[in-house]
Nanobody, 122 residues
Framework: QVQLVESGGGLVQAGGSLRLSCVGSGRTFSTYDVGWFRQAPGKEREFVAAIRRSGTGTYYADSARGRFTISRDNAKNTVYLQMNSLKPADTAVYYC???????????????WGKGTLVTVSS
């Protein structure tokens, strides 16, 4: 069983940057693709970005492409989400997830962290 712990959230002004981290326990972490999702108040959880187990392939939601960068360090069992040019619309709880790839798309498995809150002020 892999456990996921997110960190790096906080309060930032619009236009600022944050880097989120997701640390996975267990030796199987590197065998999974990893995704970031977010959930804003009153809204459904939505996909943000994902990275293949090898780190060579990435996927982004349209809202994240060009501003966010996902990366991973399997030696540290860690996946990062660098978020630049943040907007108030990016305010949400950000969750780390384990998953895989099917026909070029990321799919999530039922492994989730507890989330880290990102608040972007205008």
């Amino acid at each position: 069983q892999v456990q996921l712990v997110e960190s790096g959230g906080g309060l930032v002004q619009a236009g600022g940057s944050l880097r989120l981290s997701c640390v996975g326990s267990g030796r199987t972490f590197s065998t999974y693709d990893v995704g970031w999702f977010r959930q804003a108040p009153g809204k459904e959880r939505e996909f943000v970005a994902a990275i293949r187990r090898s780190g060579t392939g990435t996927y982004y939601a349209d809202s994240a492409r060009g501003r966010f960068t996902i990366s991973r360090d399997n030696a540290k069992n860690t996946v990062y989400l660098q978020m630049n040019s943040l907007k108030p619309a990016d305010t949400a709880v950000y969750y780390c997830n384990l998953g895989g790839e099917n026909s070029g798309s990321y799919f999530s498995l039922d492994y989730w962290g507890k989330g880290t809150l990102v608040t972007v002020s205008s």
